[in-house]
């Protein structure tokens, strides 16, 4: 037995070798496919972002200005007297007056060596945030973590934050006389987003429409990320029909952030909005493109029928003139951290 195993190794052997020497072809390779994905942004990308309203106020805009450039078509209004924030902290709700609340907000969300103005608007947009959002029903009003704006009582307060909260009292962003809305996130990559595209389901509001960022880098915030397909198809699971093959981007909005993609399987492929695809894949930002290495060769940019470029920008009186400088305090030309990333749903 042992001598017959012998000559049949010995005669594989022999025929493998023939193979080689006709020139007959060898098995391929198994190479580790790799989805390479490129992007820019941190956060939802709706509203006002607060890299780039410190861009801003490191530009000589004012708080009025800066909020005017991220929620196009508003003006500043007065809060209600005496009101109060119902804030979720742990399991128990606390009743907290509006100021009070919002100094417990600022230095939490953005740090407090940033230039006043840049501190003022993100006080009226926490403020005013404050005052719109319903997280809790009936119950309360925002967590007092990301899921709303993060709040740290009187351990978040500074001499700066505490000014810039006192210099912009009571002060809220209104949309034709009515309390606006002010979602925030942490950096834009260059262009913001329209509320439809951001929060999927959301009808879209005149005031959180897509605008440039011209004072926030591109380059500051671009970042990649590199995961085996292994690794993409355990984040991805419930989406991929048999085998994981990529990912097709299929819309993009007013910024490049997907609005829908594919994901690509060996046995067909399931559309995501593009919030669940960079959540799926722990991305900062849905403002993504996709590649894939195999082995250790070059990214080979995925397919992306989405044809983008940039949706109709709001009417010209809302954008202000980003080459002239206004001084604190001057009014507002022509008239910031889903949850996502960077630090609430608000931003």
Known sequence: MRSKAIRSLACAALLAALGAWVGAPAAPAVQTATLVVTGA????????????????????FGYQAILAHYYSG??????????????????????????????GVISAEVPAEWPLAALEAQAVASRTYALTAHAGGQR???????RSQVYRGVAAETSRTNAAVAATAGQ???????????????????MTESVQNGFPGSEPE????????????RGQSSWR??????AASVSLQGLVKGRFRGIEVLKRGYSPRIVTAAVLGSAGRTVIGGPEL????????TWAYF???????????????????????????????????VQGGASAPGATRPGPAGGTLAG
């Open 41 to 60: 942004g941190d956060g939802h990308g709706v509203g006002m972002s607060q890299d780039g309203a410190y861009g801003f106020a490191r530009h000589s």
């Open 74 to 103: 508003t003006s500043l209004g007065q809060a209600p007297s005496g009101a109060v924030v119902r804030v979720l902290v742990g399991s128990k709700v606390q009743n907290v007056p509006l100021e009070k609340y919002v100094r």
């Open 140 to 146: 309360f009003d925002v967590y007092s973590d990301t």
């Open 172 to 190: 809220i962003v209104t949309y034709r006389g009515k309390p606006a809305i002010t979602y925030f996130f942490a950096s834009s990559g260059g």
């Open 206 to 217: 005149p005031w959180l429409h897509g605008v440039a960022d011209p004072y926030e880098a």
């Open 225 to 230: 990320v590199s995961l085996g397909f292994a």
């Open 278 to 285: 960079a959540a799926a894949l722990g991305l900062q930002d």
């Open 291 to 325: 590649g894939v290495r195999s082995g250790s060769g070059p990214v080979k940019p995925e397919p992306d029928r989405s044809g983008w470029r940039a949706a109709a920008s709001p009417p010209a009186a809302a954008a202000p003139p980003v080459s002239a400088s």
